[in-house]
């Protein structure tokens, strides 16, 4: 089946971006809609960003809107979130997921889920 990694979390200054990335293993991930979703101690996971299969169509949360940016690259079996204007309440641990399926990925209907990546935003 297929296997999730996140990477490129880290350090990151408020207004400063960064770049995560999603790699996938075991098989293609072609298929899936794609999704980030983001959490912090004590609260749910929350939903940050999705595209569909071939990356026509992109949903963002109202929180991130216009900061970040979700994209794929099919050939390189990546899944991308490119974050911009970093604010602290961004901080969370950031998780890549799969659904087949239609339609937006949501909590409920995840299929693959990664083991996340911590994105700290100092102020």
């Known amino acids: 089946q297929v296997q999730l990694v996140e990477s490129g979390g880290g350090l990151v200054q408020a207004g400063g971006s960064l770049r995560l990335s999603c790699a996938a293993s075991?098989?293609?991930?072609?298929?899936?809609?794609m999704g980030w979703f983001r959490q912090t101690p004590g609260k749910d996971r929350d939903f940050v960003a999705t595209i569909s299969r071939s990356g026509g169509s992109t949903y963002y949360a109202d929180s991130v809107k216009g900061r970040f940016t979700i994209s794929r690259d099919n050939a390189k079996n990546t899944v991308y979130l490119q974050m911009n204007s970093l604010k602290s309440e961004d901080t969370a641990v950031y998780y890549c997921a799969g659904a087949g399926g239609i339609g937006v990925v949501t909590t409920g209907r995840v299929e693959y889920w990664g083991k996340g990546t911590l994105v700290t935003v100092s102020s």
């Open positions: 075991g098989g293609t991930l072609t298929w899936l809609n």
